[in-house]
């Protein structure tokens, strides 16, 4: 079956980093577009960052506002995993990261996440 496992997340304070990865099994990962997503509490899913199967070296990967230039998405093909370079961070980051299939809003498609706690 289908498992995305997440890792990487921790508390650490504002203006620190994190290097987020997720290794995916049960499915031909360089098949599938990825995407980070977050959730805080009491708030709904945000979407965060996304990557094509086959990224393109002239073409930027896309970003939410509120982490462009301070997040980086990329990914492995011949690992499975895909990876969210967390930089400068600040208290509104803190959440719950999942990385996710398409489509990134259907939670079936998600794997169970890593805390990330700016504080």
């Known amino acids: 079956h289908v498992q995305l496992v997440e890792s990487g997340g921790g508390l650490v304070q504002p203006g620190e980093s994190l290097r987020l990865s997720c290794v995916a099994s049960?499915?031909?990962?360089?098949?599938?577009?990825m995407s980070w997503v977050r959730q805080a509490p009491g708030k709904e899913v945000e979407w965060v960052a996304g990557?094509?199967?086959?990224?393109?070296?002239?073409?930027?990967?896309p970003y939410a506002d509120s982490v462009k230039g301070r997040f980086t998405i990329s990914r492995d093909n011949a690992k499975n995993t895909l990876y969210l370079q967390l930089t400068s961070l600040k208290t509104d980051d803190t959440a719950m990261y999942y990385c996710?299939?398409?489509?990134?809003?259907?939670?079936?498609?998600r794997g169970q996440g890593t805390q990330v706690t700016v504080s």
């Open positions: 996710a299939r398409s489509p990134w809003y259907d939670p079936a498609v």
């Open positions: 049960g499915i031909t990962f360089s098949r599938h577009d």
């Open positions: 990557i094509t199967s086959l990224p393109s070296l002239f073409r930027a990967a």
